[in-house]
């Protein structure tokens, strides 16, 4: 059974510009949720992809936005970069969409640095 | 929304002693999870937890939902345990995966 893998581990940019990040669910799962955590804080909940569609999203701006595979990965896109936006970004899976039975499993994230 | 604190936050011991973490939440849940980041950022699972007690070896968990609070128990500490602990929470009425985290407690466990 393989776990959550995100991709790059790490990466630098400039303000304005534009990223993508990428996440690999865990074998079986259907579901995927991205969170940003910054420096010293708990991880924020951004959106959720279930069946290749947003279905939960949380107090983000639309340059925030995603996508998910049919084979059940997913990317994470940022626009228009700023500095706040430097944080570590976490992807978990799970399976289904139940809040009160999921179990997430998280992935190493990718640590963004916007200068 | 659902608040999620987290006490203390910042704890230091020496290997081998135990310790208690408290998470206690704002309103229901029906998702209640603990979580270790270790220094490389990865968080892993710990417990799924919305009531009752588990045990994981040297780690358990009890959660008393009627008063909105879990506890982590971590004995006989273990230089491996050092890093931040993250309890984090849903409540009912959620069609997502949107786990409210408290803000951690960075514990240091000492040779």
């Known amino acids: 059974e393989t776990g959550v893998t995100q991709s790059p581990t790490h990466l630098i940019k400039t303000r304005g510009q534009q990223v993508t990040l990428r996440c690999s669910s865990q074998?079986?799962?259907?579901?995927v949720s991205w969170y940003q955590q910054a420096l010293g804080q708990g991880p924020q909940f951004i959106f959720q992809y279930y069946r290749e569609e947003e279905n939960g999203r949380g107090n983000f701006p639309p340059r925030f936005s995603g996508l998910q595979f049919p084979n059940y990965s997913s990317e994470l896109n940022v626009n228009a970069l700023e500095l706040d936006d430097s944080a570590l970004y976490l992807c978990?899976?799970?399976?289904?969409?139940?809040?009160?039975?999921?179990?997430?499993?998280f992935g190493a994230g990718s640590r963004l640095t916007v200068l | 929304g659902i608040q999620v604190e987290q006490s203390p936050p910042d704890l230091i011991l020496q290997e081998g002693a135990n310790s208690t973490l408290r998470c206690n939440f704002s309103d229901s849940v029906n998702n209640l999870q603990w979580f270790h980041q270790n220094p490389w950022g990865q968080l892993i699972n710990l417990f799924y937890?919305?009531?009752g007690t588990k045990q994981n070896g040297r780690l358990s968990a009890t959660t008393v939902a009627t008063e909105r609070y879990s506890l982590l128990y971590i004995s006989s500490s273990q230089t491996t345990d050092s890093g931040v602990y993250f309890c984090a929470a849903l409540n009912y009425g959620g069609a997502t995966n949107k786990l409210i985290f408290g803000t951690g407690t960075l514990l240091a466990v000492q040779p």
């Open positions: 074998s079986g799962h259907n579901t």
């Open positions: 978990a899976s799970s399976l289904g969409t139940n809040s009160g039975a999921n179990v997430l499993t």
């Open positions: 937890i919305p009531s």
